[in-house]
């Protein structure tokens, strides 16, 4: 009897943990969730290192991505910095899920201008008729000095082949940022392919903001979209006028 009651307090406890949690369930802080980063094959793209609150943990590959183990529930910034420069390129705050694996690609490329977490689009999953793309600006001061544009956005109508505007405006398009990803229309019923041009608003008047030939629009979309997404890289050529560069996922 006496071993059984110094034994009591233990059991009580052992109880007590049990009943706090479902069958075949354990505390949160017991679960772990999966991150894989994959790198884009950018021209000259030096070696990334990442972090992730702060934490070292493994350099990125460009077959297949890296794959880390964290905690779940565990929320912190997983963060891209150049591995020989000791450089942070990027950061996004991200919470890690329980049992989940959740997926980034990372692009770095100096002559592209372009470096951030870049989505998966649909991941894998883009309907047939629609593309996903998210769009980087990588617009000179010079030539375009506001921080933020409008980007607006116009199509061919694939049958008649009339220009109608598409209703679509990202706002607050701010330089050296990348858009949310954006699905647009790739074909239509027929299965005839639309061709999209964007244009610049100023966001405080609305007013189309003009390239220096006068120019209102720029093209924006290549040939077969249908089921893709990318990144577009919009610049300008050093005249001012502007032209898009696009990146397959």
Not at 216 to 227: C, D, P, Q, R, S
Request: net charge neutral.
């Amino acid at each position: 009897m006496y071993l059984f009651l110094k034994r009591l307090p233990f059991l009580l406890v052992v109880v007590t943990f049990l009943a706090s949690c479902r069958k075949g369930e354990l505390p949160e802080e017991h679960y772990f969730g999966k991150v894989n980063v994959a790198l884009l094959n950018l021209p000259n793209t030096p070696k990334i290192m990442m972090y992730f609150d702060g934490k070292q943990l493994d350099t990125i590959d460009v077959r297949g991505g890296s794959q880390f183990i964290l905690p779940a529930g565990k929320q912190g910034k997983l963060s891209a910095y150049d591995a020989n420069k000791q450089q942070l390129l990027a950061d996004t705050l991200i919470t890690i899920a329980a049992n989940g694996l959740q997926r980034f690609k990372f692009a770095y490329s100096a002559e592209l201008g372009l470096k951030g977490f870049v989505g998966d689009g649909g991941g894998g999953s883009v309907p047939v008729d629609s593309f996903d793309v998210q769009i980087f600006n990588n617009l000179s001061a010079s030539f375009y000095p506001l921080e933020k544009y409008d980007l607006a956005f116009i199509y061919a109508d694939p049958d008649s082949g009339e220009l109608l505007d598409y209703p679509l405006v990202v706002k607050g398009w701010a330089r050296k940022t990348l858009s949310k990803v954006l699905r647009m229309r790739a074909v239509n019923a027929n299965g005839n392919v639309y061709t999209f041009a964007a244009k610049l608003l100023d966001p405080a008047t609305g007013q189309v903001v003009l390239q220096p030939d006068g120019s209102e629009f720029f093209i924006l979309t290549g040939a077969e979209l249908a089921g893709k997404s990318k990144v577009t890289t919009v610049y300008d050529d050093g005249n001012g006028s502007i032209l898009a560069n696009e990146i397959d996922l």
